[in-house]
């Protein structure tokens, strides 16, 4: 967690650090993750998926690949602001990106299929490089949430129909042609598995 998040603050690719929940919680995931057996683990450059991912890499005794890629979306001039702010200051622009985000992102960032393409692209070559290997992705929620949009071809605009929550676990196991959602949004120490 970070504190950007308790006060609905846009981060996006705004590279900011975990807070002491946030290690906290990172470390119990780690610990929890500790007895299982991965090939590889990738992160996000940002540091705060970077210092998450170096806990768990810590405990499985495994090296980091970080990657751009897997950054947040980026929203650009809206970053540090809430949806308030941003109404107030952009409007015009606001209003453009509630009709069509597929189309329009925040100025100067990404829409939302630019961000899609470039999360797609990655994980293509991923799954291509790491057929039948057990790997450990450490990103953003809405990473995770436009990846799953895609990979149970969901027909939206947006990637707001799956909560992912700071440090929790989501698992999907991929085969020949299709992957199966097994885990979504698990956070440690909650008692439904």
Not at 3 to 25: C, M, P, R, V, Y
Not at 45 to 68: V, Y
């Amino acid at each position: 967690m970070i504190d950007n998040n308790k006060k609905s603050i846009i981060q996006g690719q705004t590279d900011t650090e975990l807070n002491d929940t946030g290690i906290q919680k990172t470390v119990e995931t780690a610990l929890f993750l500790e007895d299982y057996r991965f090939d590889h683990i990738y992160s996000s450059n940002l540091k705060r998926a970077r210092k998450t991912a170096s806990f768990i890499a810590d405990k499985l005794d495994i090296e980091i690949m970080e990657s751009k890629k897997l950054r947040e979306i980026d929203f650009a001039e809206w970053e540090g602001l809430n949806f308030e702010e941003i109404a107030a200051q952009y409007p015009d622009n606001m209003e453009v990106w509630k009709n069509d985000p597929l189309k329009n992102g925040a100025p100067g960032g990404e829409n939302i299929s630019e961000f899609a393409a470039r999360i797609n692209s990655f994980f293509d070559q991923l799954l291509e490089e790491h057929k039948g290997e057990k790997l450990i992705v450490v990103t953003h929620g809405g990473v995770i949430k436009m990846y799953l949009r895609e990979i149970l071809a969901v027909q939206s605009k947006s990637f707001k129909q799956f909560q992912i929550d700071n440090t929790s676990l989501t698992e999907i196991k991929f085969y020949d042609d299709y992957a199966i959602l097994t885990k979504m949004n698990y956070l440690v120490g909650d008692n439904f598995k």
